[in-house]
């Protein structure tokens, strides 16, 4: 047994790195007692050395792009802020500002004596800012069908028009208008329900105000506050608030006035109180005085409204003239129509017929001929004149309205009993030749007005037709001094009478007196051109042959015979050109006339085209009309009778 000793146990040692073997010599042999042989180590790899690049040119590179990023961006800044900046801050103010047109008051009509006839209303334009109705604003898709379907019952148009406004095709547009001069109930129901829906969202956030867009522009509706009473006078006002016929076209500049402007910035639709609006006030339109009577043009519609009914007539006019100033008292139409209410008017009857329609006048045209005769010296009231009952002239044979055996007239006699024969035997007096004698009456005929306009000016006016006299054919040579073979309007005929009726001197006839400006003061239309077409002698002699035919028992319009005054007139019933087939069918029925025949004051023109029911004839259905509008004429301008006696011309001889 090995003894174990005590002390501390000997260090081993470490052995070091193997040394190579000497040359030629033998290894050693290892034996119980020899040390253990040295394994030789694997040889270490040798250390990598690491060596850090040089940061220059990735710092290089990396300035130089931070360079060019901030050259665009310096670049870009210098045009927005230096080259462009007009052009973005015009772009910035259309985004933030809107403009909005102030809508000028359009001036009022009214009649001689200051009674409205057309005046203006407080109304308002609904109007809508369309990218208020985006999905970006709402966060809704259907925004705009959602805001049609609230507004189409209130505004009385169909929801998918008001789809289309509010998705208008160009994306950027901050207007577009709804509806035009509505009333301030209409808009009031919008904005009630516009705040409810406001106050809705603020409490539920879930709901989408999508009335937010919609706005309104204070403006002014046109109202008539007679209804159809002078409807074809006054005219109307169409969707963009201009006249569309009648005064309120001819004088639509006058009654416009001027628009003005307003711009504000705004933000959700609202204004920005804090910023400041420019605003350019609009200018009212003037006011407009006609020369119509309200009372008198009631009075003559109601008769030729009455009598187109009773007659079953295509239609009808009345006129009423101051004989001494060519002032239109009265222009009535039968049928009209309402211009509050033109959805259910007639494209027909929307005109003014009285001075839009050309006819035949007949024999109430037979006093132009008479001037002629008279004023040319070659005949007299009591010169005799042999009316067969028949007579070949041209191409044709004439004759009278009723058969007779020759009558023995007076050329006085001659317009009493309104003789078509009569008239050409004394027209034919005119001229050595026949041709000479067209030339003279187509003269007279000129000088009366016959194929130019009036002097209205009234839009839609036809000058009548009448050819010259060397155009004239075989029959028109015989049948334009009876009234056949040329064509007037009533407003024509009227100022025909009212001619005679002022010695001789044709007025231009007016409608309006004048205006009445912004600043209240008051213009009188220019003075009418005044022409003398016979002397005041012939045309005494005229007055006193007109009443014959009213007041001689053989007269042809004893049915417009008044009480107290002295009337003078002329019946008239005319072949009538059918205007849909340009032949003759029915009648033209007319009666014109002036009173006090001997202190003449008022002219009376009445006419009615195609009456199938009752009589035809001018003296039957016009005569009352006639005396009907006249008696209230007179009254409402507080004319009495003159008192004289009439001069009885004789109509026949023996």
């Given at each position: 047994m090995?003894?174990v ?5 000997p ?8 040394k ?15 040390r253990p ?8 790899p ?11 040119p ?27 900046a ?17 809508a ?25 800012d ?19 379907a609230?507004l189409a ?12 406004k509010l ?8 207007y577009?208008?709804l509806?035009?001069?509505?009333t ?7 904005k009630d ?8 969202a ?10 937010a867009?919609?706005?309104s ?21 169409n969707?963009?608030?201009?006249g569309?016929g009648?005064?309120?076209?001819q ?5 416009s ?6 711009r504000?910035?705004?933000?959700g639709?609202?204004?920005v ?5 420019t605003?350019?006030?609009?200018v009212?339109g003037?006011?407009v ?8 043009q009631?009075a003559a ?5 009455e ?22 008292l ?6 009209g129509?309402?211009p509050?209410?033109?959805?259910e008017?007639s494209?027909e ?5 009285a001075v839009?329609?050309?006819f ?23 010169t005799?004149v ?5 007579l ?10 009723i058969?007779?055996e ?16 009569g ?8 001229g050595r ?5 067209n ?10 007005g ?9 839009p ?31 407003m ?12 001789g001197v044709?007025?231009?006839?007016s ?5 009445k400006?912004p ?10 051109k ?31 015979r008044?009480?107290?005054y ?5 019946t ?13 069918r ?18 009376v023109?009445?006419a ?6 009752g009589?035809?004839?001018?003296g ?18 507080q ?16």
């Amino acid at each position: 047994m090995t003894e174990v000793s005590d002390r501390e146990p000997p260090r081993r040692r470490v052995p070091g790195p193997a040394k190579p073997a000497r040359s030629g010599g033998a290894q050693r042999r290892q034996g119980p007692g020899a040390r253990p042989a040295r394994r030789p180590a694997p040889p270490r790899p040798a250390a990598r050395i690491i060596r850090l690049g040089s940061p220059r040119p990735r710092l290089r590179m990396v300035g130089l792009a931070l360079t060019l990023v901030l050259s665009a961006f310096v670049v870009r800044l210098l045009q927005v802020q230096a080259v462009d900046a007009s052009t973005y801050a015009a772009k910035a103010e259309k985004n933030r500002y809107v403009g909005y047109t102030l809508a000028a008051e359009r001036g009022g009509i009214t009649d001689r004596n200051g009674v409205a006839l057309a005046t203006s209303v407080d109304a308002y334009d609904i109007t809508a800012d369309p990218t208020l109705f985006s999905r970006e604003q709402l966060k809704i898709d259907d925004g705009p069908e959602q805001a049609a379907a609230l507004l189409a019952p209130i505004l009385g148009q169909e929801q998918e028009t008001i789809v289309r406004k509010l998705r208008p095709e160009n994306k950027n547009s901050r207007y577009t208008l709804l509806a035009r001069r509505q009333t301030p109930q209409v808009w009031k129901q919008i904005k009630d329900l516009k705040n409810a829906l406001a106050t809705k969202a603020e409490k539920d956030k879930s709901t989408v105000n999508v009335l937010a867009g919609v706005l309104s522009v204070a403006s002014s509706k046109r109202v008539y506050p007679n209804g159809d009473l002078a409807a074809g006078i006054l005219g109307w006002v169409n969707a963009d608030g201009k006249g569309g016929g009648g005064i309120e076209q001819q004088l639509n500049k006058e009654l416009s006035g001027k628009d003005g402007e307003i711009r504000y910035a705004q933000s959700g639709g609202r204004q920005v109180p804090t910023v400041s609006a420019t605003e350019t006030p609009a200018v009212p339109g003037s006011d407009v005085e006609l020369t119509i009577d309200r009372d008198i043009q009631w009075a003559a519609q109601n008769a030729i409204s009455e009598q187109v009914k009773k007659s079953r007539a295509d239609r009808g006019y009345v006129i009423v003239q101051d004989a001494r100033t060519g002032q239109v008292l009265a222009m009535a139409n039968s049928p009209g129509f309402d211009p509050n209410d033109l959805a259910e008017a007639s494209g027909e009857n929307m005109g003014n017929a009285a001075v839009q329609d050309a006819f035949e006048p007949g024999s109430t045209a037979k006093v132009m001929s008479m001037a002629a005769v008279l004023e040319e010296g070659v005949a007299t009231p009591g010169t005799h004149v042999v009316v067969p009952n028949r007579l070949h002239r041209g191409d044709r044979l004439f004759k009278d309205d009723i058969d007779h055996e020759t009558w023995y007239l007076t050329l006085n006699g001659v317009l009493a009993k309104s003789s078509n024969i009569g008239t050409i035997l004394a027209t034919g007096q005119l001229g050595r030749t026949q041709p000479q004698a067209n030339r003279v009456l187509y003269d007279y005929l000129r000088k009366f007005g016959l194929g130019s306009y009036t002097g209205l000016g009234f839009p839609g006016e036809t000058p009548g037709i009448l050819a010259a006299p060397d155009k004239w054919s075989t029959s028109q040579q015989y049948t334009i001094p009876f009234g056949q073979g040329v064509s007037i309007n009533a407003m024509q005929a009227a100022s025909v009478y009212s001619t005679i009726a002022n010695g001789g001197v044709r007025v231009e006839p007016s409608l309006v007196r004048g205006t009445k400006g912004p600043d209240g003061q008051f213009t009188p239309a220019p003075a009418p051109k005044k022409t003398r077409v016979i002397s005041a002698k012939t045309a005494k002699t005229l007055a006193q042959m007109l009443e014959s035919v009213v007041d001689d028992r053989e007269g042809t319009g004893t049915k417009a015979r008044i009480p107290g005054y002295r009337v003078a007139g002329k019946t008239g019933t005319a072949n009538r050109v059918d205007p849909a087939t340009g032949k003759y069918r029915g009648y033209t029925s007319s009666f014109a006339g002036f009173a006090p025949a001997d202190k003449p004051r008022v002219t009376v023109y009445c006419a009615i085209q195609n009456a199938t029911a009752g009589n035809y004839f001018g003296g039957q259905i016009c005569g009352p009309i006639y005396k009907q509008v006249m008696e209230f004429a007179l009254k409402t301008l507080q004319i009495p009778p003159t008192g004289a006696r009439p001069a009885k011309l004789p109509v026949a001889y023996n």
